[in-house]
């Protein structure tokens, strides 16, 4: 079976780790062709071509596919989609945009955020904020999936796939670029960082939300907040970690003042050691925390930053 899976690439830079672990999922599916879209994308091309496992690289330059833009990207796809039995991709932001686009043209169901493979056909995926499983078969003749990454590990590099120039479908013309309004940091991007440092609303202001970056810094952590904590102005929106914002899966995630609600844990379960700060020693976080300290964190906090490093 062939496989089409859109590389996830930004400002002409392919996002390595996010499309080496979708590899890793679509390979089990038969011959992968990688496609790399964008206003500048033969960089992000090569670069794919060398991921163990892929088979072609198609590379579309085209001033319609740059800025993140869903539809021309989507109408692109579907132009391809006749040689492929599996459209794919790793379910990032872009990919959570486009491919349910993709599917609607194509007439087929998306499975959003598969965890696992099982067949051709029948993949595993989260549902209920992470609480239970669900196995979903499709029926369809095409199937449309985005692969949570953080099942998946990465594949290696190696690959010296032949990489082919082809040119972008006519653009729909439904949307166009304003302005790209970015928050800039200097701390690691919160989805693939390896330490994430999180408050809740336990941390109280805005103000002592410092007390979290600090500690962040310290570790070369991303900052996360709980839904609490940014509906009540503590921190950024895009911060958020649970089932309304953002997945994570670092190796160290921290959680300070944050109580430990499904949804919260729907988005950092996975992490690889969990530790938790918090001064209620029932607060459920610390039936997840592979290390938990009950304590008031206006104390530990300052004295663990002050500690590290
Ligand atoms: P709280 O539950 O209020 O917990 C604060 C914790 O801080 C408490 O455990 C307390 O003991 C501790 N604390 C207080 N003071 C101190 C101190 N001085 N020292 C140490 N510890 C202290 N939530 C998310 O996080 N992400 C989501 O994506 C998300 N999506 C949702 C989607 C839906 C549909 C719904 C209904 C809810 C969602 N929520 C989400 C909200 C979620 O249910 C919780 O309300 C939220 O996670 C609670 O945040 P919190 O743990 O920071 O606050």
């Given at each position: 079976m062939a496989v089409l899976l859109l590389a996830e690439v930004t400002n002409g830079e392919l996002a390595l780790d996010a499309t080496a672990k979708a590899v890793t999922a679509a390979k089990s599916l038969g011959d992968v062709t990688v496609l790399a879209a964008g206003a500048s994308a033969a960089a992000a091309g090569d670069a794919a071509a060398k991921i163990e496992g892929v088979s072609k690289v198609l590379v579309a330059e085209d001033a319609s596919l740059g800025h993140r833009l869903a539809e021309p990207t989507a109408a692109l796809i579907v132009s391809l989609a006749g040689d492929y039995e599996h459209i794919v991709a790793p379910a990032t932001t872009d990919a959570k945009n486009i491919l349910p686009r993709v599917a609607a043209l194509l007439d087929v169901m998306v499975?959003?955020?598969?965890?696992?493979?099982?067949d051709g056909a029948t993949f595993e995926r989260p549902i209920y904020a992470g609480n239970a499983i669900q196995t979903v078969k499709s029926n369809d003749a095409k199937k449309v999936v985005t692969f949570r990454t953080a099942n998946f590990d990465?594949?290696?590099e190696g690959g010296s796939a032949a990489v082919e120039a082809i040119?972008?479908?006519d653009n729909p013309g439904l949307s166009e670029w304003v302005e790209d309004?970015?928050?800039?940091?200097?701390?690691?991007?919160?989805?693939?960082?390896?330490?994430?440092v999180s408050g809740g609303r336990g941390v109280g202001s805005e103000e002592?939300?410092?007390?979290?970056e600090k500690l962040a810094d310290k570790l070369g952590a991303a900052v996360g907040?709980?839904?609490?904590?940014?509906?009540?102005?503590?921190?950024?929106n895009d911060l958020q970690v649970g089932q309304t914002g953002k997945v994570v899966a670092p190796d160290l995630y921290v959680a300070i003042?944050?109580?430990?609600?499904?949804?919260?844990?729907?988005?950092m379960k996975d992490s690889k050691?969990?530790?938790?700060?918090?001064?209620?020693?029932e607060a459920p976080i610390f039936q997840v925390a592979d290390y938990g300290l009950v304590a008031d964190l206006f104390q530990a906090v300052p004295e663990l930053t002050e500690k590290v490093g």
């Open positions: 499975i959003s955020d598969a965890t696992a493979v099982v990465a594949a290696g040119s972008a479908s309004k970015v928050a800039e940091s200097d701390r690691p991007e919160l989805t693939s960082a390896g330490i994430v002592d939300f410092q007390l979290i907040a709980s839904r609490a904590a940014v509906d009540s102005g503590y921190a950024a003042g944050i109580s430990g609600a499904i949804q919260h844990l729907a988005g050691i969990i530790v938790a700060i918090n001064k209620d020693e």
